[in-house]
């Protein structure tokens, strides 16, 4: 399973940007996606997740402000950024697990940079 994530780029403060992360290959069911982010010198930190039935966790830095979705028929996880600021400015990376059987597999995209001026 391969994921590739867009959306990212340059944005001023107080702006929005949705992320977007669309999973391909062979694909048996996709359990929990989620968003997670890595700024310079930092170490990559959860920002949210969504189970397969729709419930969210979210890092208590962007509560209010970002909102992920999912459509699970199109294998693809949304990040809705409203609000953003300086510090958001990371890396941002997609998650997906899959179980299949007894094994549970972890996927990780590419990443998308999203950088907030001031």
């Known amino acids: 399973v391969q994921l590739q994530a867009s959306g990212g780029g340059l944005m001023q403060a107080g702006g929005s940007l949705r992320l977007s992360c669309s999973a391909s290959?062979?694909?048996?069911?996709?359990?929990?996606m989620g968003w997670y982010r890595q700024a310079p010198g930092k170490q990559r930190e959860l920002v949210a997740t969504?189970?397969?039935?729709?419930?969210?966790n979210y890092a208590d830095s962007i509560k209010g402000r970002f909102t992920i979705s999912r459509h699970s028929a199109k294998n693809t996880v949304y990040l809705q950024m409203n609000s953003l600021r300086p510090e958001d400015t990371a890396v941002y990376y997609c998650?997906?697990?899959?179980?299949?059987?007894?094994?549970?597999?972890?996927?990780w995209g590419q990443g998308t940079l999203v950088t907030v001026s001031s």
């Open positions: 969504i189970t397969s039935s729709g419930s969210t």
């Open positions: 290959g062979t694909i048996f069911r996709l359990d929990d």
């Open positions: 998650n997906a697990d899959e179980r299949i059987g007894q094994r549970e597999y972890e996927y």
